[in-house]
Every structure is written in C-alpha cells, then in structure tokens.
C-alpha cells in the first residue's frame, strides 16, 4: 500500500509519500515547508497560516511525488490531517487531498493529526508494537496515552491549561526571545546553571497523570518584573535554564509516576518537544532503553506520520470518502 499524505493543521505545509509492508512504513519522501510571516506577531496567526498554505501546497506536494518517484495515478490512498488545528489550515489540506483522490480515483482518509504524532514512533522503530505508553508533547498538545492496539487509545491525562511547549513559547516572549522560543531557550540553557532559581512546582489536586503549566509561565512573568530589564539580561541563560528544568522536571514527575504505577513495555515521546535536549537528556537518565523519542525529522508537524496512520486506518477501517470535514478540536482518542 502506497499513500500520498498531506499536513497542514498549523504553520508547516508537508507533503510525504509512504508505503505499508506487513506493518512496517517506509518513507519514500518528506517534504517540509515552515512559515516564517508570524515571528513578527510573536505567535501564529491563522489567517496568515491559511494562505501560506495555499500559496505552497500544489509545490510542496509535486515535489513530493517526484522525490519518491510515483505518479499520482500510481498511489493506493490519499490522506490528510482532519484536525485537530487551525480550522483554515486543515481546510487547505484536506481539500487538496480530496481533490487530488478524485482526480485519480483513490480512496481518501482523514487522519488525526495526534494519532499521527504517535505514528511518529513506528516510523522511528520499525520494531516497535503495542501496547506501548505515549506521551505528546508539542506546541498545542501535553498528553499521557495509552496505546493498546495500533489503532486503541486511552486518554490517560492532559494538560489543565498551557501545554508545555505553549509554557515554552509565552515564556520565551516574557524574555524577549521571539518567537517561536522553544529552540532558544533551549540553546540558551546549555550555558545556564539550572539552579539558579527554582520555580514553583504546580499543585494539581485532581487525581491522574494531569500537568499544568499556566502557574509556571506567571511566576517567570512575575519574577522578570521583579528583577527588571538589566538583570534579566545579565542572567538569561540562567533564568531560561532554570524555567526550562522546571518545565521538563513537571513532565517526568508525572509520566515517572505513570510508568511506575503502569509498568509499560515502551516509553514513547512525541511531540515537537520531544526535541528538547535537556528533556531528551533526563528522560534517558531516569527510564534507560525502555524511552523511545520519534526521530528530530518526524517530531514536528510532519506528513510522513500522517501518511503511516492514513495507510493503517484504511487497512482497518476502510476510507472515509469525499463527505468527511475538518475538525479543529478532535481529541487523541477519536480516530
């Protein structure tokens, strides 16, 4: 089985085109296009985001198909990312894909854009199989999964608030750091002492696997108001090393808890996140082999992920035709 995806549910445009041998997904292209018109905003903005789409995606999906060598009328399936995201963005995608599965007569899926992050894992362990424990962790997305079958989840925890790499990105703007600011503090940190000042941990009273990162976010904003512009400055790679290690410390403290109580065969981290190298680091320390992060090219918003999770949904469960929507608030557990 062969499948042209396609993702747009935010600011990457990506084409990819995958194939299914007996459960294993080869990646025969990944084209990536990232929009860069919303670092002067400071934060995405989903009008732009919608017409950068539109003004990449017949490139962006040609150059695909010619990277992998295949003809349009050679594919099995078309997919693309159904949500969830920003409603104009998947609008892009998902009509593009529809069109072009119309054009060639093939059947047409639309893939949860979460589903797909977990995806991300089988494409970077070919061996890996469920049941597994999963946690997303990007830009919109901080949840705690369990994957029972290839295509069965259990909504395990979430984020109360922000997501982690929303704390990373609103904390980057209190520092001055632009945007997007994950990367940055993540740089800056290598040179920070992580002690330098300890941020308060969030106190969650709901019982589960349940992070929050809104408390976070205000003691930075509360503690750079107080310590003024020239002290920041002296000392930022201490603060966003310091911020950092309290948002990767309150990520293993839930999943160490997880894991322990779960006692899964696998760990997989997901997520844009997932590339964090201060997490990377004490994520490997803490659980050993047993820790699986999806490699840096499928982390971020990717179609080849999306492609492995179209390709097994249509062996499952068949297509989904030319009447299926976008959905910009789909949960994890909604195939």
């Known amino acids: 089985m062969r499948v042209l995806a396609i993702e747009t549910s935010c600011d990457e445009t990506s084409a990819s085109v995958v194939e299914m041998v007996e459960d294993r997904f080869d ?3 990944l084209v990536v296009r990232s929009q860069v018109v919303h670092e002067e905003f400071g934060g995405i903005v989903p009008e732009l985001a919608a017409r950068a789409h539109v003004e990449v995606i017949y490139d962006v999906v040609r150059k695909s198909l010619e990277d992998a060598g295949v003809r349009p009328e050679s594919l099995d399936l ?3 990312t159904k949500g969830p995201g920003l409603a104009a963005s998947l609008i892009v995608g998902v009509q593009f894909a529809k069109t072009v599965a119309l054009a060639v007569g093939r059947p047409f899926v639309g893939v949860n854009h979460l589903i797909g992050h977990v995806y991300s894992a089988y494409l970077t362990d070919p061996d890996l199989r469920p049941p597994f424990l999963t ?3 990007s830009g919109g997305h901080t949840e705690l999964v369990w994957v029972e079958d ?6 395990l925890g979430h984020t109360l608030d922000d997501a982690a ?11 001055g750091l632009g945007y997007p600011a994950g990367p940055k503090i993540d740089r800056l940190a290598r040179e920070g002492n992580r002690e330098f000042h300890r941020f308060p941990k969030p106190k969650i009273k709901r019982r589960g696997y349940y992070f929050s990162f809104s408390g976070l976010k205000t003691a930075l904003l509360h503690y750079v108001r107080q310590k003024g512009e020239d002290f920041v400055k002296e000392n930022l790679h201490h603060i966003a090393a310091s911020y950092q290690e309290a948002i990767v410390s309150h990520l293993l403290e839930v999943v160490e808890r997880a894991v322990r109580e779960l006692d899964p065969p696998r760990l997989a981290v997901v997520g844009g996140v997932a590339l964090n190298s201060r997490l990377r680091e004490i994520f490997t320390e803490r659980f050993g ?3 699986l992060f999806s490699d840096p090219k499928y982390c971020t918003d990717n179609a080849a992920m999306i492609g492995a999770a179209g390709l097994k949904k249509y062996e499952l469960f068949g297509e989904d035709g030319q009447g299926v929507g976008v959905y910009p608030y789909l949960g994890v557990v909604e195939p």
């Open 289 to 291: 082999d047993r820790v």
């Open 165 to 175: 790499g929303e704390a990373f990105d609103k904390g980057g703007r209190t520092l």
């Open 135 to 137: 946690l997303i962790v």
């Open 78 to 80: 078309v997919a693309a």
């Open 150 to 155: 290839w295509y069965s989840f259990r909504l």
């Open 27 to 29: 990646v025969l292209s």
